[in-house]
């Protein structure tokens, strides 16, 4: 039997680890994308027929030439779209290009390549569109203003794809997970991220990628990982005005929360 394709971009990063590992499982063949060769080598050795791609989502001129080869594509059956950064300070102190960049790996290079993959898979009739977002998007973040913008930017785009392929056999999934047990969150612990990422117990990068792997059986436009930890970042959409008086208190049980993370992984 043809084993079914899965693309994987920011594949070697944490979540792209336990996301190929579980499609794998799943029996599907891989398309492994990142911007550094040695890891992904090293990632492709662990998974047969997997085919990889070094890809710099900040060189625009590589990314519309991989792009363009993605819409003629006819073998892609799911993408997680998983690729992100974050720049972590006030928006008066980051860097002109911090912004930019920001905006450019986790919003308008995901766009393009979700254009890209939805108009390969509308031809064929089928095909699953995932994208890896972040409680970001429901909750603004305090110290990452930039990368909520950029979350908050993906959400939308989402849920108007959604709606634009309804009918089409092309589904479309936004993970949104709170704080994930991943390089990026240890260095947000070290660096002053958002102490709202440690309201909760961080989640490991293997729930996130069995999130995804429900999300396939049954198909739904928003998951949380977990769900608890959503009530109140879809509550602060509702009244925005609440967030601010919240604050100190959130980032008092937050900084807690940071803490024993820290002692927890041996970070510190």
Not at 13 to 33: C, H
Not at 56 to 70: H, K, V, Y
Not at 187 to 209: I, R, Y
Not at 223 to 231: A, Q, R, T
Request: hydrophobic share 45%.
């Amino acid at each position: 039997m043809t084993r079914k394709t899965a693309l994987i971009t920011g594949s070697t990063g944490g979540i792209g680890q336990a996301a190929a590992a579980r499609l794998d499982a799943l029996g599907y063949r891989l398309v492994l994308i990142d911007r550094d060769p040695a890891p992904l080598a090293r990632q492709a050795a662990l998974y047969r027929g997997a085919e990889t791609h070094r890809l710099d989502l900040t060189d625009r001129t590589a990314r519309r030439e991989f792009c363009a080869g993605l819409e003629a594509r006819r073998d892609i059956d799911v993408a997680l779209i998983n690729a992100g950064m974050i720049e972590i300070g006030p928006v008066t102190a980051i860097a002109w290009e911090a912004i930019e960049m920001q905006m450019d790996v986790n919003l308008i290079a995901a766009q393009q390549m979700i254009q890209a993959l939805a108009r390969a898979m509308t031809a064929r009739g089928q095909g699953h569109l995932i994208a890896t977002v972040s409680m970001g998007a429901i909750t603004a973040l305090k110290g990452s203003a930039a990368y909520s913008a950029s979350k908050f930017g993906l959400r939308g785009f989402l849920w108007a794809l959604g709606d634009e392929l309804r009918g089409t056999g092309v589904h479309v999934t936004g993970l949104y997970p709170a704080g994930v047990d991943t390089p990026m969150l240890r260095h947000e612990a070290l660096e002053g991220g958002s102490n709202l990422n440690f309201l909760g117990t961080p989640v490991s990068a293997d729930d996130v990628a069995g999130a995804m792997a429900r999300a396939l059986i049954k198909p739904r436009l928003e998951v949380y990982v977990p769900w608890s930890e959503s009530v109140l970042g879809r509550l602060s959409l509702v009244f925005p005005w609440m967030l601010g008086p919240l604050y100190p208190l959130l980032e008092k049980i937050g900084e807690r929360g940071r803490q024993a993370y820290i002692a927890r992984t041996g970070i510190g």
